[in-house]
Structure formats: C-alpha cells, structure tokens
C-alpha cells in the first residue's frame, strides 16, 4: 500500500489507522508493535504503549532501530543501553534477555565493519552470521528467569551443491 516509511507515517499521523490489542508479546509484556522499513534505509517503530498509546520512534539503518527486539518498549531500551560503555565489550551484559540482546546486537553491529568492496559473499554471509550469534542467538533450553520464556533462536544455513 505504501511507497516508502514516510507514506506510512504521514497515514498514522493523519490518523488514518488504529490499533488495538489487547495481548501483547507473550500476553503480558507489551502491546503489539511493528516496523517499517525502506530501501532508502528509512525505518518507523510503531508500539502500543500502555493505556493505548501508540507512539512511533524513527531512524534509519545507522540509528538504533537497526536492532530491535521485542521487549521492553523501545524509550525503555534506549535508557537501558545509555547505561553501557558502547566501546567497550567486556562491560556487556550478558545474559538472554531481550534488553541484554539488544545492547550486544547494537555494538556488534557498530562494531563490524562491511567495507571491503572485495570481500566474497561467503566473507560477508559469515560476518553477518557471527555479529548476529554474537548478539542474539539463544540455543533452544535456556530461559530468561526474568519471564520464564525461552529466545529460541533458529538459523539456517543454506547450501548449494554443484552435481557432476
């Protein structure tokens, strides 16, 4: 329906769609959210807030909406990550919960640099692949004792084999 973020946002700002859930993440957390982005890089954050308050957060790819995850709410994580050194690894948090997924996932994406206009596609796929083990993958039996609820993070590696 819509051409880019801001075609969007200038149909929520009009007041053209509502939303209303009463569930959220897990049923309790928070209230249903989604994002948009563009090939610009453009990106709009929509989350019901408590109350029904919706509330959209903006950014683009270099902006910490480049990682997301789904709890707490994104003003929450935003205050929550000002509390690390950014540039420094060994004051990361380090456990599974969502907001401790977040802060790694956006140093690590701060962090690795994807300039090499010569690197092969299998160099980047396995960067990509590493910055995001690094800062978010959950193996299957862990729980964050914070919610009893599990990340369970599954990958895929996708291989193609050349018959003779």
Known sequence: MFANVQEVVDFFEAGRFQTAWITGIGGVQHGFHFSVQDKSGDIALFQLNEGGEMLM??????SDLRVMANAPLQQ??????KTFDMNDSSALPGSISSADRNVRGLYA???TNFDNADAQWIDVRGKMKAMFDFGNKVPQDLI???NDES???W???RVQLKLR
Do not use: F, M
Request: glycine share 8%; no cysteine.
């Open 57 to 62: 957060h903006r950014g683009d790819v270099d």
């Open 76 to 81: 929450d994580h935003r205050a929550y990550v």
């Open 109 to 111: 994406t701060a962090n």
């Open 144 to 146: 964050d004792p914070s």
């Open 151 to 153: 990340y369970t993070t």
């Open 155 to 157: 990958g895929n590696v």
